[in-house]
């Protein structure tokens, strides 16, 4: 099983930018899909992104379209979120996920593993 740790979390404030970084270890992150996944002080965990194994496809909430991309460097084993715009409903900490590709939709908010989680705190 793929173990993951999420870095670059911290205080922004808003209308700034933060990079997230995953690092995998354990598995090659090439066959799987990797996520985001958020969740806020007491509110359930919500999709943010995700991306398929290939890089060749990639799915975004609502909330953060436009304004968040996600990406990933297989030769690396690293998955990355760049979130720019931020606002203070972003404020949440961020967890990295992965699902073995081909299971299901790009848009699909099941994963299998996951990692710890980084704060973010954006700042009016």
């Known amino acids: 099983q793929v173990q993951l740790v999420e870095s670059g979390g911290g205080l922004a404030q808003a209308g700034g930018s933060l990079r997230l970084s995953c690092a995998a270890s354990?598995?090659?992150?090439?066959?799987?899909?990797m996520g985001w996944l958020r969740q806020a002080p007491g509110k359930e965990r919500d999709f943010v992104a995700a991306i398929t194994w290939s890089g060749g496809g990639t799915y975004y909430s609502d909330s953060v379209k436009g304004r968040f991309t996600i990406s990933r460097d297989n030769a690396k084993n690293t998955v990355y979120l760049q979130m720019n715009n931020l606002k203070p409903e972003d404020t949440a900490v961020y967890y990295c996920?992965?699902?073995?590709?081909?299971?299901?939709?790009?848009?699909?908010?099941?994963?299998?593993?996951w990692g710890r989680g980084t704060q973010v705190t954006v700042s009016s």
């Open positions: 354990g598995r090659t992150i090439s066959v799987y899909d």
């Open positions: 996920a992965a699902r073995p590709r081909f299971t299901t939709s790009i848009g699909s908010d099941k994963f299998d593993s």
